[in-house]
């Protein structure tokens, strides 16, 4: 487990998408740079330092600068790539501990005026897995490979943000997976039973009121004190990761995951998906082969 401050942005010097067939491997190598790894489809053994660690499809390598690695693979893998600089620090600091930075805050008043300057040191290890947030994961590799052909000269400041941002989710995905679940009164997790079920049609306050037998004031409140976001916001959340989804992993273009998902629209669904992941759908969209 290792520390990385992002205080100062890591510059990327080298990144790709690139597939290797049954049987590929090398002989073995130590770099300069950080290496950073999305494995998209099959799977990948990296023996680092001499500890061979398994990788299938959603899982993130990661081997410091000058840590000898080497990989194979017995089935072929898909992944996207990363070389970065910066200092991995060895820690022991527990992550539940860190996970406390990544919570939402809940706040009566809107927020403006002075910011307080942040923790910018991230938790990461030899092996992630994104979960909950493979679609934001999987949205900021797709800008990474944008901003590269895009923008020129500007591209590595644009990448730079962009994979701050993506470490950030990573390591947010590491630390809070090792806090306990949290426990939910009865009517919260009915409310967000109810929605898992439903996210493909329009719901309404007074559904969900409906529903668990609840006052709509009541609803509000208990959902926000316990999920620290709206009811509006959290729905929101769920039809976009159904939509990232939709749009990766399944036979679905870009009109049929709109019209799966209840929006009135081809374009205002991509005008929500573009507002919310910052790409518009048809970039993020790869076709299953």
């Known amino acids: 487990m290792f520390t990385y401050n992002i205080d100062t942005l890591p510059y990327v010097s080298m990144s790709g998408k690139t597939k290797e067939k049954k049987g590929w491997s090398h002989s073995g190598r130590k770099m300069e740079y950080n290496l950073l790894v999305y494995i998209h489809r099959g799977e990948c053994v990296f023996d680092i330092e001499g500890e061979k660690i398994e990788f299938k499809k959603g899982n993130i390598v990661l081997v410091p600068k000058n840590t000898m690695y080497k990989p194979y693979t017995d089935s072929g893998v898909e992944y996207?790539?990363?070389h970065f600089n910066g200092e991995l620090i060895p820690c022991s600091e527990a992550?539940?501990?860190?996970?406390?930075?990544?919570?939402?805050?809940?706040?009566?008043?809107?927020i403006y005026g002075v910011i307080e300057k942040g923790n910018g040191?991230?938790?990461?290890?030899?092996?992630?897995?994104?979960e909950?947030?493979?679609?934001?994961?999987?949205?900021l590799l797709t800008k990474c490979v944008n901003a590269t052909f895009r923008y020129g000269d500007s591209a590595s400041m644009l990448l730079s943000l962009y994979f701050s941002e993506l470490l950030f989710f990573v390591s947010k995905a590491y630390c809070t997976?090792?806090?306990?679940d949290s426990i939910h009164p009865p009517a919260v997790n009915r409310i967000i039973a109810y929605i898992n079920s439903n996210y493909m049609r329009k719901i309404t306050l007074d559904d969900l009121c409906e529903e668990v037998n609840i006052s709509k004031q009541y609803c509000m409140r208990i959902f926000k004190k316990h999920l620290h976001t709206t009811i509006n916001e959290y729905i929101l959340a769920t039809r976009m990761k159904h939509a990232a989804y939709c749009l990766r992993h399944t036979y679905m273009n870009v009109n049929e995951t709109a019209n799966y998902l209840g929006f009135s629209s081809v374009s205002y669904f991509s005008r929500v998906f573009k507002n919310y992941y910052g790409v518009p759908p048809s970039d993020y969209y790869q076709p299953v082969v």
């Open 177 to 180: 997976s090792f806090e306990a």
């Open 132 to 139: 909950e947030d493979t679609s934001e994961v999987e949205v």
């Open 95 to 110: 992550p539940e501990q860190i996970a406390s930075h990544f919570r939402s805050k809940d706040s009566k008043h809107p």
């Open 80 to 82: 996207t790539f990363f």
């Open 121 to 130: 040191t991230l938790i990461l290890d030899y092996k992630m897995t994104p």
